[in-house]
């Protein structure tokens, strides 16, 4: 199992994070995803598996997972086009709830 190292790793996701933008804004059509927002992608240490973290304005018409799995495959058959790597990684989108879980966190503190 070839691993990289961690610097690699973080060159790669951030490549990966603005490439799939770039994607997104120039060549999606699809009005789901032209607000998406791609805030973090996490390789893993194989560089077979990414998770794309995202972000949109509007959650109440978010695609089911089906979509995504179509949207992941073309986002990769693009990224394989522009990026030169042996493998390009399977992309698994996934909601970015963080902002939400800060929020409820810190709702939990101010009750004290």
Do not use: C, G
């Amino acid at each position: 199992m070839n691993t990289f190292n961690y610097d690699r790793i973080h060159q790669l996701e951030d490549l990966f994070r603005k490439k799939i933008s770039e994607i997104i804004l120039k060549k999606v059509r699809d009005k789901r995803f032209i607000n998406m927002n791609i805030v973090d992608v996490k390789l893993s240490s194989d560089l077979l598996n990414a998770k794309v973290y995202f972000r949109v304005l509007d959650k109440s018409n978010l695609p089911n997972q089906k979509i995504y799995e179509k949207f992941a495959s073309m986002i990769r058959h693009e990224l394989a086009n522009s990026i030169d790597l042996k493998r390009i990684p399977k992309l698994t989108f996934m909601l970015d709830t963080s902002i939400e879980n800060a929020n409820h966190i810190e709702d939990l503190l101010n009750l004290k």
